[in-house]
């Protein structure tokens, strides 16, 4: 809630350095001297109907005491979410008791932490996840540096309660059902950071991205694992004639007459090899509407705009095409088939001097035998002579494993296309 802010009681130390990295973001309370910050009402925190939360911060605390200590709380006695310390247990409840409303909980979920070790908590509350408010078929789900520690079932919607606060004492609900009362001092002494609200409940990984955010940044000499694979984030640029740059695939070979690297660690370096450079292709920028233009040349038209190309690139990348998810993954061709096929360039019926495609020579001729339904005596296998030098082409004859045309090949002067077509379709 950009517009508000909270009142800091007890005069807490500011600009402490942050729990995972020295920014000076942190504030440290001393529950002996009754500091904490008062978040003033509102409606988006605790006011209205609240059928959805997640509450996110990082905490650390230097010792243990035999009381509660609390880290969030808001509401009260009858209605409220509270994230609290009893001894080493963290504990995230959720309750709404008053008599004649919509009455659930304490709902709660419990785990463990150690005493001067930063943690990322975070509350997820899906209260109404059927859509009836009457009901209490929500859940309350406890997140602990972005791995999900417990889920508790039969929570449901808070209606208008007291305002928030951060590491305050408040009469309140205990996870066991008793009443906690304020003058029984609840605050917290340790540091707290990064407090966020959302009124939504954040999937498990929207939270593991949040926690996995706040570490140490990435750098030069981190190692870091995408989908089983470790990488170290090293970058390697090659100049081209001072002009054009370039980026070096991840290499995991060892450097000639390293002897320490036995065979079988050689052949998966190899592997790890190949599949990065795999990778680093598929994944370049230029691979959708590279992949695109030459799929619409087939299926379509040997010129497509540049609109058709973005559409159709763009579906390969998202696996998604107006409005409909396929995969909703990278290099989905369901997707980019559909893009090319559903194109208005594909379902115009008006044609110009350049739509369509051009045929290559051997393309042609099997066409064109095929659409006179030719066959060979006694429905023979149909074999061709070796046509190379009749019409200057044929299968597995290709002067390069660019096969017989470049991608911005362009007819003969005599035979240019008016409109600036390209003739690309023979690009094979």
Known sequence: ?????????????????????????????????????????????????????????????????????????????????????????????????????YGWGPVSVKTTIEVGV????????????????????GTLTGFLNGARFGSASGAGILVRHEPACLAC?????LSDGSVFFEFSGAYFTGIIDEVAVYNDALPPASIEAHWAASLTPVDKDTVFEVEGRFYKNVESIVAVAGQFELRNPPVFMAPLGNLDIDGHSQDRAAQADVEALLDHLFYHPNTAPFIGNSLIKRFVTSNPSGHYVKAVAEAFRTGKHDGVTYSGKYGDLAATLAAILLHPEARSTTSSAISGALREPILKIVHFMRSMQYVEDNMDPVVFSNLQDVIGQFPFQSPTVFNFYEADFRLARSFQLPQGGTGQELVA
Do not use: C
């Not at 943690?119 to 209490?136: E, K, R």
């Open 1 to 101: 809630v950009s517009e508000l802010s909270g009142h800091y009681v007890g005069s807490p130390k500011l600009a402490q350095p942050w729990l995972v990295h020295s920014n000076g973001t942190s504030v440290e309370f001393d529950g002996a001297r009754r500091q904490y910050i008062s978040v003033p009402s509102h409606k988006l925190i605790n006011e209205g109907v609240q059928q959805a939360k997640t509450i996110e911060l990082w905490f650390l605390v230097p010792s243990l005491i035999s009381r509660p200590m609390m880290l969030w709380h808001q509401g009260g006695m009858f209605r409220g979410l509270s994230i609290y310390l009893d001894g080493p247990m963290l504990v995230l409840n959720a309750w709404s008791l008053a008599e004649g409303e």
């Open 118 to 137: 930063p943690y990322h908590v975070a509350l997820v509350l899906d209260a109404n996840p059927d859509g009836n408010i009457f009901s209490s078929d």
């Open 169 to 173: 004492s408040r009469t309140t609900r």
